[in-house]
C-alpha cells in the first residue's frame, strides 16, 4: 500500500512526512520526524509518556493516527523551551529535582503545560488529577506537584 | 541532624548534569536511537503455561519477503542444567532458559523464537508463520497448587530433600535457641500472610539496538542497570568474547531492579549475527508484563514472643517465595532483613524458592526484605496491642543498636535505627488528630546494602574544567550527586564537573547500579580519584614554584604555598595548572578501581494514615511520612526522591497491584489500564525525615538509601488499615473487592 504524505505544523515549523495509515502520531514523531522527546511506555493511552498538543489541547500521541496531523499544529516537548531558554516548568523541574529516570518527563512537562495555559492557579488536587494520566513510577508524584504549583505562582507573579 | 557542616557543595540541591536533556527531550534511551540499515526484531512467545516443545519449523518465516533471520534456543550457547555457572548472583543455567525457552515453555510469554526483518510488521508476521509443536502439560501457578503432593513438576531435575520437587532452594538463619526462647516468651502471636507478585512497573520498556560486523565485533545500545552485565550475559549467551562486545548504557527510564538481567541483547545480537545488520528490539507493554520482572508472590509465617514487658525473645519466620519459572527468588531478604530492625536473642527464619508457571522473578527494590517486613512488622503491631504498648515504643524498646549482632550475622557498626524510631515519635504527624473511618499505622525495615566493583577515571580538561567517567547507569541522580563530591573535594563549582556514564570500553568494570550501591561505591572511587589528582596539582605547583610538594596545599580550586612559605607565591588556579600540563609533565587525570567495601545496612520507620471509603471499598493514603537513617544526603533532593518513590511504590503494593490469571493460566491484566499502579490523584505529598548518621566506612559517610524506602510501606498501610476498622488483612493487596468482601462478612 502506498504511503500517505502528511502536511502539518511541528513546533511552529511546517513539516510534511509520510506514513503508513494505521501509524500512530507517536510513530512519526519517533520515526520519521525524529523526535524522539515523546516516549512510548504503553501504546495505550495509559502512560502520558507521548503527551503532545494537538491545536493546544493535550492528547496521547500514541492514541492519534499520524495522518490526523494533516493541517493542525502540533507541539511536542522538543518546542517547549524557547531557544537556549527554558520553559519556567523546565527550569523548575530541574531545580526542585521532579525528575529521576526522566522517561515520565516529557509527558508530565507537556501535560503540565497545557494546564497552567488553561488554569494558571491550580490547587493541588487540581494538579494531582490533571496529572492522574501520566504515571511515574519514580518520584511518587511529590516533587513534580510541588514543582508545577511553584510555576504557577512564579508565573503569575511575573506577570503581575 | 546534620553532623558533617562546612560544605560547599555536598548536601546542596544542585542541578543534575543530564537535566537539560531530560527535560527537553534530548536525552536519549534505549529506544531512541537508530542505524543505518537496521531491521527490527519482534519475538515469538509460548501461549502456553507449560508445555513441551517438541518441534519447531521456522521455514515458512525464512521463506517470507523482508525476513533477514530467525534464531531459535538452539542458536543459544546451552548451559548443561547439571552444572551452576554463576555471574554474579544469576545462574547462566536459568539465564539461558530464560532468554529462550529450551527443553519446554514455562509460563504465558516464554521466548520460543525470535524473528528480524525488514518492519516490525513483517518479523511480527513472520513470527506467526513459525510452527511450533507443542505437548501441553499440566501447571502450576499458584504456591499451594505447586507445593501439592501430585503437583506439575516444571523441572524433572530439580530435587528437593530427594524427590522432584517444585521447592529449588532453601535457606535458614539461625540465632541462639528458638525453642527455649519460646518457652521463656509470656506473650505469642502468631500469624499467616501472602502477598502478590507486583511489576517493578518502569515506565520504559526494554529495548536494545544492537549491531554485529562480520569479524564478531558487536556494539551494543541498549538500557540495563547494568552495561558490563549486558556484555557479559551477552558474551556467555553467544559465544562472542566480553572483548569484542562493547555495552553502550543508554539512559534508563527506570529499573527498580528489572533491568539488572538481560532479556533481548543475545537474541539482537543473534539475529544481528546471522542477518549481518543492526537489529533492534522494543518490547510491548503487554510483553514486559507477561515476560519481565516481577518480584515473588509470597506466603509468610512469623511469629513472635516477648516478655509482659515488651521485651522479644524469640521470633521464627518462614517465608515461601515464587521465583517463577526458574529457580531464584529473592529469599536471602526475606530471610535476612525481616528480623533485622531488633535484637532477639533466639531467631530462627526460614525462607523456601517456589517454582511455578510464572515469569521468571527478578530484583525489585530490596528484593524479598518488604515481603518479609510485611509480615514482621504487621505482628509487631499485633504484639504492641497485645502488650498495651506503644508500636514505636515497642520497637524503640527492642531496637538494633551499635553492637547488636543482628540475626543475619554481622555486628552493627554505629547505625541510625533508634534515631528514625525516635524521629517518628516526635514528628507532628505521630500526634496529629485522626477523623471517621480513619486510621494510622507505622512499621519500620532494614536492607542490607551493597558495595562491590566500582571503577572512575576523573580527568582535568586543558581549560581547567573536570570530567568524571563512572561505570554505573544513573536512574535516579546519581551523577548530581557526584558531582557535588568530586567538586567539594577539588574546591571548584560543581558546574565545572560533567559526570559521564562510560561505556564498557571507555571505563573499568562496575558492578550493576542495583543494591543501593551506587552512590556508595562511586562517591569512593571518585574519591580517590580525585585526591589523586590534586595530588598531582600540589606536585605541579611545587615544580613551578620549585618548593617541596608537602608544602603545597590544595584550596578554594587552587594550589598555595603553605607554610613556611605562605605568601611567597600567588595562589596557582586548577585553569592555570591545566594550561601548563603539557610543559610540567603531561595530563592531568587519575582512575581508580576497587572492590568497595564498608556499605552498611539502612534503616527506615515509616507513619502512615488512611481513610476507608466504606461504600467503594477503597483505601486512601491521606498522609505519610517516611523516616531514614541516610548515611549523608549528598544531594537531597534526590535522597528524599528515592524515599517518596519507594513509598508510592509500596502503597500500589499494598492496595491494588496484582496480575489477575484467567482459567488458562494465563495474566488477564497486562497493561497499565488494568494492572493499577497508583497514580498522581492516588497519592497525597510524602513527607520525608532524612536521618544522617554518616557511615564511618565512607568518605563522605554515605550509606544506599534506595531500597530502604519500600521495605515498611506494605505493612505501615495495613497497620493503618486495622487501626481504621478493626480489621486486619493478612493477604495483600488491600484492594477494593477485597476490603468490600471484608466489611462484608462483618456485616
Ligand atoms: S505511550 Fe501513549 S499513553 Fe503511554
Ligand atoms: S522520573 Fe522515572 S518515571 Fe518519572
Known sequence: MAKLHVSTTINGEPMEFLCEPNDTMLDALRGPLGLTGSKEGCASG????????????????????????????????????????????????????????????????????????????????????WLAGNLCRCTGYDKIVRAVLETAQDMREARN | MNVITNNKWIGQRTIRPDGVDKVTGRAAFAADTTMPGMIWGKILRSPHPHARIKSIDTSKALALPGVKAVVTARDIVDFPVDKSVMLGIQDMRWMCRNVMAREKALFPGHPVAAVAATTEAIAAKACELIEVDYEVLPWAIEIDDALKADAPILHEFNKFEGKPSNIAGKLEVKKGDIAQGFKEAEVVIERTFTTRPVHQGYIEPHACLISVAADNKTTIWSSSQGQFMVRAMTSYLTGIPQSDIRAIPAEIGGGFGGKTIVYLEPLATLLAKKSGRPVKMVMTREEVMRATGPTSGSKSTVKIGAKKDGTIVAAQG?????????????????????????????????GYDVLSNRSKVAAYRAPGAPIGAFAVECVMDELASALKMDPLELRLKNAARQGTKAAHGPVFPRIGYVETLEAAKAHPHYAAPLGKLQGRGVASGFWFNAGGESSAQVNITEDGNVVVTTGHPDIGGSRAAIANVCAELLGIDYRQVSVLIGDTATVGFSNLTGGSRVLFASAMVVTQSTEKVITTLRERAAKIWEIDPEAV????????????????????????????????????????????????????????????????????????????????????????????????????????????????GKVDNPGFLDYRMPVCSDLPMIDTVMVEVPNPKHPQGVKGVGEVPLVPVMAAVANAVHHALGKRFYSLPMSPPKVLAALEAEG
Not at chain 2, 576497587?594 to 552498611?600: D, H, Q, S
Not at chain 2, 493514603?621 to 544526603?633: C, E
Open chain 1, 46 to 129: 495509559d502512560c502520558g509518556a507521548c503527551s503532545i498538543l494537538l491545536d493546544d489541547r493535550l492528547v496521547c500521541s500514541c492514541l492519534m493516527l499520524s495522518a490526523e496531523a494533516q493541517g493542525h499544529e502540533i507541539r511536542t516537548i522538543e518546542g517547549m523551551a524557547d531557544g537556549e531558554k527554558l520553559h519556567p516548568l523546565q527550569q523548575k523541574f530541574l531545580e526542585m529535582a521532579a525528575l529521576q529516570c526522566g522517561i515520565c518527563t516529557s509527558g508530565m512537562l507537556v501535560a503540565s503545560d497545557a494546564l497552567l495555559k488553561k488554569n494558571p492557579q491550580p490547587s493541588e488536587e487540581e494538579v494531582r488529577f
Open chain 2, 318 to 350: 518462614t517465608f515461601y517465595l515464587q521465583a517463577g519459572a526458574l529457580p531464584g527468588s529473592p529469599i536471602r531478604g526475606a530471610v535476612g532483613c525481616s528480623f533485622s530492625p531488633y535484637d532477639i536473642p533466639n531467631v530462627l527464619s526460614v
Open chain 2, 553 to 664: 596545599k590544595w584550596e578554594n580550586g587552587a594550589a598555595h604555598p603553605a607554610s613556611p612559605n605562605a605568601g611567597q607565591f600567588e595562589p596557582l588556579t586548577l585553569a592555570e595548572l591545566a594550561a601548563k600540563a603539557p610543559q610540567m609533565g603531561g595530563p592531568i587525570g587519575a582512575g581508580v578501581q576497587l572492590n568497595t567495601e564498608g556499605a552498611e545496612g539502612g534503616f527506615g520507620t515509616h507513619i502512615c494514615d488512611v481513610e476507608v471509603d466504606v461504600e467503594l471499598g477503597i483505601v486512601r493514603v491521606i498522609r505519610y511520612t517516611a523516616v531514614q537513617d541516610v548515611g549523608r544526603a549528598v544531594h537531597p533532593g534526590y535522597v528524599e526522591g528515592q524515599m517518596q518513590g519507594g513509598v508510592a511504590q509500596g502503597i500500589g503494593w499494598a492496595l491494588n497491584e496484582e496480575y489477575i490469571y484467567n482459567k488458562d
